[in-house]
């Protein structure tokens, strides 16, 4: 059954979401690579075209895709060559052997990046909430190749999360009206702390990729993933959190604990008036603090 987005509304300019989102991916170069399963992972790399920049890996978040980053990777194309994963199993990109296992995914990943990155090229990689997960486990495998981690939200903590209402399942026999508007419910108990800011991209975005997703993330955050192989990461690690991050308000300064037990020199970058999905509602200063860090 195909997805009905015809309740999603427009953005300012007129343009739908489909429109807006297609419009950025234009600007990338998509590329399926094998990822050692017999399934292939899709990335988009934006400003290969503009020189030898330094590489930046962005990983998005559970039941997401590279639309997590679609704020982003413009503005940081023009200091960077991005290249924004699907991350095995959700967006575009094929399955893990296993859904539910991270080193599953982990290798996958890290096959795809053997066969996308040239090897002489180190790199950094920007994980946000299952994404950061992902990263901290392809830490561990790629050695000083990785030469900065920045966690955005990063989820799989053993950390203390504030109980929160059930997000709700979204499905094709929905009508449009419903599906949107439980889209929209769903990313302002989750994702953005404002929620004005909840725009058609979003929405679209939520439907887009919730649908579509077969990677159980979730799962594998509940079972504290990250906090597991957190002690076994020598990459330099950054962290970048919205103030009002709903998987950690108000809670951040376990966090910043935790990672100075590992790394003393650990710096926490909050945002301000910004939820999980910092990186697309605060775009703007998220975008600065990220090129501000990264060639440290």
């Given at each position: ?138 830490a561990t495998l790629v ?41 929209r419910r769903n990313l ?109």
């Open positions: 059954m195909s997805l009905d987005y015809s309740a999603v509304p427009r953005m300012p300019d007129g343009r739908t979401a489909a429109e807006t989102i297609d419009s950025v991916a234009a600007l990338s170069q998509a590329v399926r690579v094998p990822m050692g399963n017999g399934g292939t992972m899709m990335w988009h790399v934006f400003g290969a075209d503009q020189g030898n920049k330094p590489i930046l890996l962005l990983f998005h978040g559970g039941s997401g895709s590279w639309i997590h980053w679609i704020r982003n990777v413009v503005p940081l194309s023009q200091h960077f060559t991005v290249y924004a994963a699907d991350l095995p199993g959700l967006g575009e990109s094929d399955p893990p052997d296993d859904v539910r296992d991270i080193w599953s995914v982990t290798n996958c990943v890290k096959t795809a990046m053997d066969a996308l990155i040239p090897r002489d090229r180190d790199f950094a990689i920007t994980g946000f909430s299952f994404g950061g997960m992902v990263s901290g486990h392809v050695g000083d190749r990785l030469r900065r981690l920045v966690l955005v939200g990063a989820g799989g903590l053993k950390a203390t999360r504030k109980p929160g209402p059930k997000l709700r399942k979204l499905l094709p026999e929905m009508t449009p009206d419903v599906l949107a508007a439980e889209a302002e108990i989750l994702m953005l702390h404002d929620p004005a800011k909840v725009d058609g991209v979003a929405i679209h975005m939520q439907i887009l990729n919730t649908t579509r997703a077969k990677t159980r993330s979730r799962e594998m955050g509940q079972a504290f993933r990250l906090s597991e192989v957190l002690p076994r990461v020598k990459t330099p690690l950054t962290g970048i959190w919205g103030e009002y991050d709903s998987t950690t308000y108000p809670h951040i300064q376990e966090r910043i604990d935790l990672f100075r037990a590992l790394q003393p020199d650990f710096e926490m970058n909050v945002i301000q008036d910004a939820g999980h999905w910092v990186a697309y509602e605060a775009a703007e200063a998220f975008n600065a603090k990220l090129m501000d860090i990264l060639p440290r």
